[in-house]
């Protein structure tokens, strides 16, 4: 796997004015499906280049949150603001499971909607380290190879905010560690705000410059992590922020049970 | 000893078709089976070389095969575009569709009556008939395939911009292709049940024409020919079938 990384310093300052990620802004975002509240007035304020990452129990509306900003779904109330560097910024979503499209090549795919990107496809599969299965069909890759490619198809449009849910959420611990290095490596490069929705913790920890827990459609937590890259698992930090928000998950829990 | 049971492994299979064969032969030569009945292998092979020699059979073939390709065009573009429309079209399935099952539930068959006062016994007629039947089959299947599309994938094609045509032609058709391929199959082999029922009320030409004739003759080896003559013509559609499965969805694993 190529793995470009970059002084994570150096990353962290040009992120800030970086014109290749754009900035989100939502305001009183309110969602309901059939008269049940799912999301209740989120507002939230996310700066180009920064990597930003949701977690919650199942069902708590986080994955509701990222279709919303996706334009998947159209909010009841409040608003999405996507700005960036261009006239209409780039958004591009990697969903739980590839979405490959099997009748089409692993190339093919990656050049979904570029009618003359197969040199710029190539080149994003490259990236993700996958060239040389670029004429296969998706059915002969492994799990972790089909989210590779679908990194590949949303990193050939040059996304400026990349909308992540669950995307490895079905993959085995070592590929998912993998990906989450592949993914860091990629961010780092490219400079693109990224939200990544999860159920894992530790790969919030590891990943994200900010946490934000959601419970029962409100942001409950929003904690800024600030240990420096690549991360260590290991380190005492490290453990101490992964703590921090299982417990408050917890403590939720145990607040909603005795009420 | 290993390596002869190996060989004849494959042929197994056809050993019992094989026996029943040499004793049909044998009754035959015998006398227990009058040729009025059941005529010898041999001479079924004999009256077959005939017709092939006379040129008689090829002709009779060319009919057949015209009549099958054209009823099954006619009806299966007329099932593929219905089914492709209502698919698509909640409104359009919701005006038709209804109206089309109701039609289906009348058994192609059950029509000949108004078909022969419609268009008398004319080709247009056979290919009526043959129409009809094998519409459904594809217009359903389409239908189911088209309402099956992984709308996952559809949501993702349309984040990646895709719309209209290039929706259509990179994600939806190609998902309901297995589906699709399921009525064709199926039609395929309709095609030539519904068609020996039409040559045989009418027809001045054709496979099923050649057998009634015979009959009339009494020439059981020619009635024999023809039957077995439909087996091979509707084992080909079905092979030609699989030949266009593997061909299109060959991204399928469960289709190499």
Known sequence: ?259 | MRRARALLAPLLPWAVPLLLVLAWEASARIGWLSSRILPEPWAVATAAWELVRSGELWAHLKVSLWRAAAGFGIGAGFGLLLGLLNGSSRRAATLLDTTLQMIRNIPALALIPLVILWFGIDEAAKLFLLAVGVFFPVYLNTFHGIRAVDAGLVEMARSYGLRGWALYRDVILPGALPSILVGVRFSLGLVWVLLIVAETISAQAGIGYMTMNAREFLQTDVVLVGILLYALLGKAADIFAVVLERHFLRWNQAYL
């Not at chain 1, 780092?188 to 900010?210: P, S, Y």
């Not at chain 1, 600030?226 to 299982?246: D, W, Y």
Request: glycine share 10%; with cysteine; aromatic share 4%.
């Open chain 1, 1 to 259: 796997m190529h793995v470009n990384r970059i002084e994570a310093t150096r990353v962290s300052e040009a992120a800030n004015e970086s014109p290749r990620g754009a900035h989100l802004v939502l305001r009183g975002l309110g969602k309901q499906y059939a008269g049940r509240s799912v999301l209740e007035r989120i507002d939230l304020k996310i700066k180009p280049g920064e990597f930003v990452a949701v977690v919650g129990r199942s069902g708590c509306g986080k994955s509701t949150l990222l279709r919303a900003i996706a334009g998947l779904e159209q909010p009841d109330s409040g608003q999405v603001k996507i700005g960036g560097g261009g006239a209409k910024p780039e958004v591009r979503m990697m969903f739980q499971d590839a979405r490959l499209l099997p009748w089409k090549t692993v190339l093919d795919n990656v050049a979904l909607g570029l009618p003359d990107g197969k040199e710029r496809a190539r080149a994003a599969l490259d990236s993700v380290g996958l060239l040389a299965r670029a004429g296969e069909w998706p059915a002969v890759l492994s799990g972790g190879q089909r989210q590779r490619v679908a990194l590949a198809r949303a990193l050939v449009h040059q996304p400026q905010l990349l909308l992540l849910d669950e995307p490895l959420g079905a993959l085995d611990a070592l590929t998912r560690i993998e990906m989450q290095q592949l993914i860091e490596s990629l961010w780092i490069a490219r400079g693109f705000t990224a939200v990544l929705v999860t159920h894992d913790v530790q790969e919030a920890v590891v990943l994200a410059d900010r946490i934000l827990l959601i419970e029962n459609g409100r942001l409950a937590l929003d904690l800024p992590v600030g240990l420096a890259r690549p991360r260590e698992r290991g380190s005492a930090n490290f453990g101490a922020i992964e703590k921090q928000v299982l417990e408050h998950v917890l403590d939720m829990h145990h607040t909603l049970s005795a009420a």
